[in-house]
C-alpha cells in the first residue's frame, strides 16, 4: 500500500507542475460553466416562463384571463389540477402555478365576495420570475375585467340580470329597492355611454391597480429540487470536461512514461504489475475527485448552485472519478506515442461530451438526443451529479447512473490492465 | 561462485530473432561486458535477465533462485536503463526519494541513501533542481545512482555512457570502478571497445543475437586480435632489409610479429635514421573485426 501511495502521490505532484494540465482539467470546465451559464441567463429571467394554470372557477372570467395568458408570448401556459401544479413548481419543472379558486370570475362583479383571491405560488428563490409572473397575471385581470364591461362582455347583461332580480325580490325593502333600482340603471346608462366612446382597450393596460382584484403570493418551498438558475445546469454539465481533463492527462503520461522508460523502471521495482496500475489508478482518481469538486464549490459558493444531498453528491463524485479512470486506462493504450493516445482520446471524449451533456445541456437536449446520450458515460456521470444537486434523487434513482459508473470503471480498469501487459516493456 | 547464471537464452520479435542461445554466467564481485554493435542484442538481453521480458527459451538464475520477477530477486538487482528512467518534472532528491521508497525504503534510511547517491553522482548541489535542468551527463548520473538506493548486489548498467560528454562519462567510468572496489557484481553493456577494456573483467562480444567470443579482454586479444604489428618509418628504404617479411608503403616498413623486439633491432642495424616508430597492439576492435569481418561501429 505504501508503494501505491508513493506512485499516486508521484503523479498528483507531476500533475501539479503541468500548467497546462492544470488548465484543462480545472480553469477550462469552469470557463465552460460561466459560459453557457451566463448565455442561459444566468440567474435572471428566462425568455418564456413555464407556468400552470389552475381554473377551479371555470367561470367566462376566468376563462377569458386564462387565454390571455395563454397568448402572452413572455408565458408558456399548461393547464393542471392544483396537487399536480404545486408538485411541478416543487420539482423546478415549473417557475409557478395560477390559481382561480370557485367563485373568482363573480368576485369581479357586483355583490361578489371582495376576498377572493387569486393565488400565485412560486418559488420563493425566483424572485426576478416572481415579479414577472405577477406583472402578466395583472394585466391579464385588468384587461378581462375591461372587457366585461364592454357589450360584448356580458357587463350590461348583467346589470339587467341584477334589476330583474331586484324587481322580483320581495325580501328587499322597498327604499333599498328604490335606492339600488337607481344605482343600476345609472350604471347601464353609463355602460351605454362607455361602449360608444371606448377605444381599443386590448392593449391596455395595468393602471387601476388600487380598484383591482386581490393577487395573493404564496411560496412553494417544501422540495427543493429544480435547477434555480442556470448556473445549477452548466456547473454539474462542466464536470464532464474536468473529468475528460483528468483523464486525458493521466492516459498521456501513462504512454510518455512507457516511452521514456520510468514505466520500465517502475516494472523493474519489487511491486507488482497491479501495484503500479493501481498507484496510477488512484492518482487518476483523486485528481479527478479533487478537480470535481474543486468547480463544484466554485459554483456553491460563488454563483449559488445548492447541494441537495451531500452524501449523494460524494457518491456521485467518486462514481464518476472511478468511471474516468477506468476509461483513461483504455484510452491509454489506444495509441504507442503520446500524440496518438491524445489524438484518440480527445476524439472519444469529444464524442462522450458531445452525446452526454457536457456541451449541450442534457434537460436542453432534444428527445432523440436524449435517447442516444444513454450511451455516453458523460451522460451518466452529469445526471448523478445533477440528481444530487437540484432534481432531488434518493438513493433508489440515483442508484441506475451510478451503477452505470461504477461498471464502467470496473470494466475498463480489467480491459485497460489486461492490455498494458504487453511483452516489451 | 556464480552470482548470476543465464543459459541458452532465447528471444524473437516476429521473424527477427533478437537473440540466440545466449549463456555466460558472472561471478560474485566480477565486472562482466557484454560488447557489440547496437542491434547485437545486448538489451534483450539484460532485458531478460531482470525479468523486464519473457525469454522464448532458457533461463536465468540470479543468487539460486530462476524467477527474476520475484520481488525478493529484484530487491538484490539493481538497474540502469539505457533510456533516461526519470521524471524530468521532479527535482533529483524527488526522484531519488521516489524510487528508493519503491523498494520499500523510508523514513531516515531513505533519507540517508538518498544523501548517499546524490554524493555518488556528484549532485549534491543540485539535489533542489529538477531533472530537466541537467546536462546529458549529469541526467545520466541520476539515471545509474536510481538504481542503486537499495545498495544491490548485482547491477546491470544499459549504455550507461550513451551520449554524454567526455568529462561525464569519466565520472561515470570512475563511479562504475569504486563499485567494482566494493565488491560488487556488475553486467555492463556497452559499444564502446575502451569501455570494456576498461572496466570489465572479462568480456562476451555479441553480435546478431550470439555470443562469438567470451574471455578476459586480454584472453580475447591473444586469441582474435592477431599479432602486434611494428610500424617504422625511414628516409630511404634501407637495401639490408630488401628482403626481410612485412610490407612497405608510404616509406613506411609494417611487419606484424610476435617478437617485436626483434623487428627493432633489424631496423636499428639497418644503417638509417629512424623517423617514427610505432607498436600497435591489437584491442577489442580488432578482435571484433576479426570475428565478424566489420567494425564495431558499423
Same mark, same amino acid.
Do not use: E
Given at each position: 500500500m505504501k508503494a501505491i501511495w508513493a506512485l499516486a502521490a508521484k503523479d498528483l505532484r507531476l500533475l501539479l507542475r503541468d500548467r497546462a494540465d492544470l488548465f484543462w482539467i480545472l480553469g477550462f470546465p469552469i470557463v465552460m460553466a460561466l459560459f453557457f451559464g451566463s448565455i442561459s441567463g444566468g440567474g435572471g429571467p428566462r425568455a418564456a416562463l413555464p407556468i400552470a394554470v389552475v381554473d377551479q372557477d371555470a367561470s367566462p372570467m376566468t376563462q377569458s384571463i386564462v387565454d390571455r395568458l395563454r397568448s402572452s408570448e413572455g408565458l408558456k401556459v399548461r393547464e393542471a389540477p392544483l396537487d399536480s401544479a404545486r408538485n411541478l413548481v416543487r420539482r423546478g419543472d415549473l417557475v409557478a402555478y395560477v390559481l382561480f379558486p370557485a367563485g373568482t370570475g363573480a368576485s369581479f362583479g357586483f355583490g361578489g365576495d371582495s376576498t377572493q383571491s387569486v393565488e400565485i405560488g412560486v418559488d420563493p428563490r425566483r424572485s426576478a420570475e416572481r415579479e414577472y409572473l405577477r406583472g402578466f397575471v395583472t394585466a391579464a385581470l385588468f384587461q378581462s375585467i375591461q372587457g366585461s364591461f364592454g357589450a360584448s362582455g356580458g357587463g350590461r347583461d348583467q346589470v339587467r340580470a341584477s334589476l330583474d332580480q331586484l324587481r322580483e325580490n320581495?325580501?328587499? &325593502?322597498p327604499e333599498a329597492r328604490e335606492r339600488q333600482g337607481t344605482m343600476l340603471r345609472a350604471l347601464e346608462s353609463f355602460m351605454v355611454a362607455l361602449d360608444s366612446t371606448r377605444t381599443d382597450t386590448a392593449t391596455g393596460g395595468t393602471d387601476g391597480e388600487a380598484a383591482g382584484p386581490n393577487i395573493r403570493v404564496v411560496e412553494v418551498t417544501e422540495d427543493d429540487s429544480g435547477?434555480?438558475? &442556470?448556473y445549477e445546469v452548466t456547473f454539474p454539465s462542466s464536470i464532464a470536461w474536468a473529468l475528460i481533463g483528468v483523464c486525458m492527462s493521466f492516459a498521456v503520461s501513462l504512454v510518455q512514461e512507457r516511452m521514456t522508460g520510468t514505466f520500465l523502471r517502475l516494472r523493474l521495482a519489487p511491486i507488482g504489475r497491479a501495484t503500479i496500475l493501481a498507484g496510477k489508478g488512484l492518482a487518476c482518481a483523486l485528481a479527478a475527485a479533487v478537480a470535481v469538486t474543486i468547480v463544484l464549490c466554485l459554483g456553491v459558493f460563488v454563483f449559488g448552485v445548492r447541494i441537495s444531498n451531500p452524501p449523494l453528491l460524494a457518491a456521485a463524485i467518486g462514481a464518476s472519478a472511478f468511471c474516468f479512470t477506468g476509461v483513461m486506462m483504455v484510452v491509454s493504450v489506444l495509441g504507442k506515442t503520446p500524440p496518438s493516445v491524445a489524438g484518440a482520446g480527445w476524439g472519444i471524449m469529444l464524442l462522450l461530451s458531445m452525446t452526454g451533456g457536457g456541451m449541450i445541456p442534457l434537460v436542453a437536449m432534444p428527445a432523440w438526443m436524449q435517447a442516444v446520450s444513454n450511451y455516453s458515460l458523460v451522460r451518466h456521470a452529469i445526471v448523478a451529479v445533477e440528481g444530487a444537486v437540484w432534481? !432531488?434523487? !434518493?438513493w433508489g434513482e440515483a442508484l441506475p447512473p451510478l451503477g452505470i459508473l461504477i461498471g464502467a470503471g470496473i470494466l475498463g480498469m480489467a480491459v485497460g490492465s489486461r492490455l498494458l501487459r504487453t511483452d516489451r516493456a | 561462485m556464480s552470482l548470476l547464471r543465464v543459459r541458452d537464452l532465447r528471444k524473437t520479435f516476429g521473424d527477427r530473432v533478437a537473440v540466440d542461445g545466449v549463456s555466460f554466467q558472472v561471478a560474485r564481485g566480477e565486472s562482466f561486458g557484454l560488447l557489440g554493435p547496437n542491434g547485437a542484442g545486448k538489451t534483450t538481453t539484460i532485458g531478460m535477465i531482470v525479468g523486464a521480458l519473457r525469454p522464448d527459451a532458457g533461463t536465468v538464475t540470479v543468487d539460486g533462485e530462476d524467477d527474476p520477477t520475484r520481488p525478493s530477486l529484484r530487491l538484490r538487482i539493481g538497474v540502469a536503463p539505457q $533510456? /533516461? $528512467? /526519470?521524471?524530468?518534472? /521532479?527535482t533529483a532528491e524527488e526522484n531519488l526519494a521516489f524510487f528508493g521508497s519503491l523498494y520499500g525504503l523510508s523514513g531516515a534510511t531513505l533519507q540517508e541513501r538518498v544523501r548517499w547517491a546524490l554524493a555518488f553522482a556528484g549532485l549534491e548541489e543540485r539535489r533542489r533542481d529538477l531533472a530537466r535542468t541537467f546536462s546529458g551527463g549529469m541526467q545520466r548520473r541520476l539515471n545509474l545512482v536510481c538504481g542503486l538506493l537499495h545498495d544491490p548486489p548485482l547491477i546491470l548498467l544499459d549504455e550507461p555512457t550513451v551520449g554524454v560528454d567526455p568529462q561525464s562519462r569519466n565520472a561515470i567510468f570512475e563511479s562504475i570502478e569504486a563499485l567494482k572496489r566494493d565488491g560488487r557484481t556488475i553486467v555492463y553493456t556497452t559499444h564502446y571497445m575502451e569501455e570494456a577494456e576498461r572496466l570489465c573483467d572479462r568480456v562476451a562480444i555479441m553480435d546478431h543475437g550470439r555470443i562469438l567470443a567470451l574471455d578476459t579482454v586480454a584472453g580475447l586479444v591473444r586469441d582474435h586480435g592477431g599479432k602486434p604489428r611494428v610500424v617504422i618509418e625511414f628516409p630511404e628504404r634501407p637495401a639490408t632489409l630488401a628482403k626481410a617479411g612485412g610490407t612497405w608503403e608510404d616509406g613506411q616498413w609494417r611487419v606484424e610479429t610476435d617478437r617485436p623486439e626483434e623487428v627493432l633491432l633489424q631496423a636499428v642495424n639497418a644503417g638509417q635514421p629512424l623517423r617514427h616508430v610505432a607498436i600497435d597492439r591489437a584491442n577489442l576492435e580488432a578482435v571484433f573485426l576479426h570475428l565478424t569481418g566489420r567494425s564495431l561501429r558499423d
Open positions: 320581495p325580501d328587499i &325593502a435547477p434555480r438558475s &442556470a432534481r !432531488g434523487f !434518493g | $533510456a /533516461l $528512467a /526519470l521524471y524530468q518534472d /521532479l
